[in-house]
C-alpha cells in the first residue's frame, strides 16, 4: 500500500514547533506533499531529516518573485526514488510562483506516479486583488493536467486549491456566496475538472457530507464550532482512483494541538 499525505504547513519552521514532527512519525506516509513551505530548501531538508527516519528525496519548489516570497513554496517528499522533478506549471507569468511542483515517483513496480503539490491564489483576499490570477492559475492546471494524463500514467494532484467545491464543503455557504474560494465560476472549474475523469477522492471516501473539512481559521471559536472549508485535496486520475483505498482528514483533537490551520488529508493507494 502507499500512504500519500498532503497539507498546508502554514510554514514548516512553524508547523515543527508546533508538533509536526509526531503526526508525521505516526503517520509515516510513503509521500509526503506540502504547501506554504515559507522556507529555503535547506532549511526543509534539515527539518526533515531530523524525524525517526530521515531519508527522503525531496522536490521543492521556493517562490522566487516578490509577492510570493515567505508566503508561498510547495514541496514533494517520499520515500521511493524520485526520477525527474519541474517546479513550474508553464506560463510564464507563474514562474517562481512557487506554486507548484510535480515529482516523478517510481513505484515499487517500476511504473510511474506524478505526484503534483499545488497551492493555488487565495483570490480577492489578497493584496492587491488577485482574482483574476486565480482564474489564470485554473487553467493552467487545467492544460497541465491534460498533458500528465495523455500518456496513461498515474497522476496525483495535492493541494490547497482555496476553493470550496459544494455547499456541503464549507460551514457558512451562505454568508460566502459572493466571495472568493466560493464562486460559481471556481465551482464550474471544479465542475469541469470532475466531468473530465479526475476523481475528488476525499469527497468519495468522506461522503455527502457537511465536511470533512480541513481547514479553520486561528480566530475565535472556527475550530471549537467546527466551522471549516474543505479547500485541501486529493485528486486522482482515473486508474489512480480506482486504487485508492480510503482518504481522511486527520483532524487535530484539539485547538491545542494543532500545528497548522490546516488537517492533513491523508490516503492509501494499492500500487
Not at 118 to 134: D, L
Not at 210 to 218: A, M
Request: hydrophobic share 40%; aromatic share 10%; proline share 5%.
Amino acid at each position: 500500500m502507499l500512504t500519500v499525505a498532503t497539507v498546508n504547513v502554514n510554514g514548516i519552521r512553524a508547523a515543527f514547533r508546533r508538533g509536526m514532527q509526531p503526526w508525521l512519525d505516526d503517520t509515516d506516509p510513503d509521500l509526503l506533499l506540502m504547501q506554504e513551505v515559507r522556507a529555503t530548501d535547506d532549511v526543509l531538508r534539515e527539518l526533515l531529516s531530523s524525524g525517526r527516519d530521515g531519508e527522503w528525496n525531496i522536490a521543492h519548489a521556493e517562490p522566487a518573485i516578490d509577492g510570493h516570497k515567505g508566503r508561498a513554496g510547495v514541496a514533494v517528499a517520499s520515500r521511493r526514488p524520485i526520477k525527474d522533478e519541474r517546479g513550474e506549471i508553464g506560463p510564464e507569468r507563474f514562474a517562481g510562483s512557487g506554486r507548484w511542483v510535480e515529482a516523478d515517483v517510481v513505484l515499487e513496480d517500476g511504473t510511474t506516479l506524478t505526484a503534483v503539490s499545488a497551492y493555488v491564489f487565495t483570490g480577492e483576499f489578497e493584496t492587491p486583488p488577485r482574482q483574476e490570477e486565480k482564474y489564470a492559475f485554473l487553467d493552467a492546471i487545467t492544460a497541465r493536467l491534460t498533458e500528465l494524463r495523455a500518456d496513461g500514467r498515474h497522476v496525483l494532484m495535492c493541494g490547497d486549491l482555496n476553493i470550496a467545491h459544494r455547499e456541503e464543503d464549507l460551514k457558512a455557504w451562505k454568508a460566502n456566496r459572493k466571495k472568493s474560494g466560493f464562486l460559481p465560476e471556481e465551482r464550474a472549474w471544479m465542475d469541469r475538472l470532475f466531468e473530465a475523469g479526475w476523481v475528488d477522492l476525499g469527497r468519495r471516501f468522506g461522503g455527502e457530507g457537511p465536511g470533512p473539512y480541513s481547514w479553520w481559521s486561528w480566530r475565535g471559536k472556527a475550530f471549537d464550532n467546527d466551522a471549516g472549508w474543505r479547500i485541501d485535496y486529493q485528486i486522482a486520475s482515473p486508474e489512480l482512483a480506482a486504487a485508492a483505498r480510503s482518504c481522511v482528514v486527520h483532524r487535530a483533537p484539539t485547538y491545542a494541538e494543532r500545528w497548522s490551520d490546516h488537517a492533513p488529508v491523508v490516503a492509501t493507494y494499492d500500487v
